[in-house]
């Protein structure tokens, strides 16, 4: 049963450039959540999707960041126009269900150097 | 709104000693507690989680926690560490009900042979 799935792992980009991030759930998760970890900070919460649908992005910056969940496909973050304060690691989580408790798996991670 | 405290940023200790990582917490509602690992270049692994019943919860690996309401706390114990478990710790912590993990700045435990 193979766990999330992001890809990346590793990504470099210039200043300017996009970034676009892939996250597959586990089998059966239709709850979709992306972290951003600093370096030398914990985990921040960016977003958090359903298929098709946006439930909560009070974690994500407000400009250049946007995240999609397709009805069909991977859960997909996009960076725009990228800066050297965006150089971080990204991990996408996934949960059968929403509810409070309920176990979340995170991904290996897609690590994003901006140069 | 959470917040989660990690107090050591590092811990090194020799292999077959005892470890405690600690992590204490605010909220101003009901939490639940999660510690988990993350060895060097992979993603989170969920070690053991407090939701309700007995304040103190195992993982298969031999760590332990205990929930102390009282004083916010939620330390990680080993009575005796692997070279293996040398790796970072992140305490979290959601409300009760929500799905939204706040995390602390996490532990690397050192185990030296």
């Known amino acids: 049963n193979a766990g999330v799935m992001q890809n990346p792992r590793h990504l470099v980009r210039r200043r300017g450039q996009e970034a676009r991030l892939r996250c597959s759930p586990m089998k059966g998760h239709s709850h979709v959540y992306w972290y951003r970890q600093l370096p030398e900070e914990g985990l921040k919460f960016m977003v958090y999707?359903?298929?098709?649908?946006?439930?909560?992005e009070s974690g994500m910056p407000k400009e250049r960041f946007s995240a999609e969940f397709p009805k069909e496909g991977p859960s997909i973050l996009r960076i725009q126009q990228v800066v050297r304060g965006d150089s971080a690691a990204y991990f996408c989580?996934?949960?059968?269900?929403?509810?409070?408790?309920?176990?979340?798996?995170f991904g290996e991670g897609s690590w994003l150097t901006v140069v | 709104a959470q917040s989660v405290t990690q107090l050591d940023s590092q811990v090194p200790v020799f292999e077959e000693a005892p470890v405690e990582l600690r992590c204490n917490y605010s909220s101003s509602v009901s939490v639940y507690l999660f510690w988990y690992v993350q060895y060097p270049n992979q993603g989170l692994q969920l070690l053991l989680k407090y939701l309700s019943g007995s304040t103190l919860v195992e993982s298969i690996n031999g760590f332990e926690a205990e929930f102390n309401k009282s004083q916010t706390s939620f330390h990680l114990r080993k009575p005796s560490v692997h070279i293996s478990d040398t790796a970072e710790y992140f305490c979290a912590v959601s409300g009760a009900g929500s799905y939204q993990l706040t995390f602390g700045k996490g532990t690397k435990l050192s185990v030296i042979p």
């Open positions: 989580a996934s949960s059968l269900s929403d509810r409070g408790g309920n176990t979340i798996y």
């Open positions: 999707l359903q298929k098709e649908n946006i439930i909560d």
